[in-house]
């Protein structure tokens, strides 16, 4: 059983900088897909940034030149958030996808005062 714990979410003001943490624990392999997805309240969860185990990246548009996501092979993600928006806040969740399963963290709140 995947479990993935996050850290590093808070309030910071607009055009601020963040850094999450997401470790997945209880696989013995490296995780072919780990990423962030977020949601704000009333609204879906969306994708934020994936990388896959070759460190190949995929973000959506609407941070693409602001985030980066990067991982260790202790399948550590991170996403470092820069000149973050007040449309930067949700509850940012790590994934994880495996072969034949997914796994999601608790999520971290991340709040933008403009």
């Known amino acids: 059983q995947v479990q993935l714990v996050e850290s590093g979410g808070g309030l910071v003001q607009a055009g601020g900088s963040l850094r999450l943490s997401c470790t997945a624990t209880?696989?013995?392999?490296?995780?072919?897909?780990m990423g962030w997805y977020r949601q704000a309240p009333g609204k879906q969860r969306d994708l934020v940034a994936t990388?896959?185990?070759?460190?190949?990246t995929n973000y959506a548009d609407s941070v693409k030149g602001r985030f980066a996501i990067s991982r260790n092979s202790a399948n550590t993600v991170f996403l470092q958030m820069n000149n973050l928006k007040p449309e930067d806040a949700a509850v940012y969740f790590c994934?994880?996808?495996?072969?034949?399963?997914?796994?999601w963290g608790q999520g971290t709140q991340v709040t933008v005062s403009s």
């Open positions: 994934y994880a996808g495996l072969r034949d399963s997914t796994y």
């Open positions: 209880g696989s013995r392999l490296v995780i072919p897909l």
């Open positions: 990388i896959s185990s070759g460190d190949y």
